[in-house]
């Protein structure tokens, strides 16, 4: 009898065991659908999943190539027959493009030089390359030359410290209003001070960095496509008239050279005569004191 038992409880133990471990291994289950269609939103998740870890993936990418920051530079060197007049159409140009002229020199034609132009104009990053080639359209392109640098490491390097400054200068604000005491009060203002000083400067530095991005510098040098001709005499009257010319260049010059010495000149008549009436006092102070020693001396003869 005991036997039969021990075996039968034994049986009953092992099917309780397999279903405890079948229990175990089994899934959760499915939570109920509503009637209202809940169930269609399973399939959108299951196809939302894979954009989601596509778009974690793009925002861990590098950088791409419109995100990098390149300060581009050129010079173009044309010829015009009328510089001044090609000059103010690159302005207009310019101005057009929403850019801007940083600077500019305008040289009139002479018996020496021919007429000339020079700018430095800025211009859009976005439409540098086409504004460019407008201008080289406008006269006759005898040179240009373009370099391009990137400095999209120093800009993410500057935009890391800003963020830091700003940090630091936030805790510090903070600090500076839960000041208790003077001494603690006067650490947070110097500390704050210097953060922001710091701050400023690398802001700055920064807003300059971009516009020399924003804004590609390009310097324009017009010439003009006439020579400047050297006669000299040809005829008898023409050495003649040269020579006269030269006479007179050498006495305008004269002039100016006796201009500039005349007040030296007078200057040392001054030192001049000051000197001899210093010596000329001494001389006769010295003499007077000759003759009266002299008198004295036969004076003294006679009385003996």
Not at 86 to 92: P, S
Not at 240 to 269: D, E, H, R, T, Y
Request: aromatic content about 4%.
């Amino acid at each position: 009898m005991k036997r039969p038992l021990l075996s039968g409880l034994a049986a009953v133990a092992s099917v309780l065991l397999l279903a405890g471990c079948s229990a175990g291994n089994s899934t959760a289950p499915l939570p109920a659908i509503d009637k209202g269609g809940d169930y269609q939103s399973l399939p959108q998740q299951m196809d939302g999943a894979p954009d989601e870890a596509s778009s974690g993936f793009d925002a861990q990418s590098p950088t791409s190539e419109t995100s990098r920051e390149i300060i581009r530079t050129g010079d173009v060197t044309l010829s015009a027959d009328d510089p001044i007049a090609l000059g103010d159409d690159v302005v207009e140009l310019i101005a057009s493009a929403d850019g801007r002229i940083d600077s500019r020199s305008d040289t009139p034609s002479s018996e020496y030089q021919t007429e000339s132009v020079w700018l430095s104009v800025r211009i859009p990053n976005i439409s540098f390359d086409k504004v460019t080639d407008q201008i080289a359209k406008l006269g006759t392109l005898i040179s240009s030359s373009f370099s391009a640098q990137d400095v999209t490491q120093q800009a993410n390097n500057l935009d890391a410290r800003i963020d830091a400054l700003q940090t630091s200068v936030d805790r510090l604000t903070e600090l500076l209003a839960q000041s208790a005491n003077t001494a603690d009060l006067i650490a947070a203002e110097t500390a704050l001070s210097e953060r922001q000083a710091e701050l400023d400067g690398l802001i700055s530095d920064r807003e300059f960095l971009s516009d020399q991005v924003e804004y590609s510098t390009l310097s324009v040098n017009i010439q003009s496509t006439e020579t400047v001709v050297q006669t000299e005499p040809q005829t008898f009257w023409d050495g003649i008239v040269a020579g006269w010319n030269s006479i007179l260049a050498f006495g305008a010059g004269l002039i100016v050279v006796v201009g500039v010495l005349v007040p030296w000149i007078v200057l040392l008549g001054v030192v001049v005569v000051v000197i001899w009436l210093i010596v000329r006092g001494r001389r006769s102070r010295k003499s007077a004191a000759l003759k009266r020693a002299k008198d004295a001396h036969s004076s003294g003869t006679s009385a003996t």
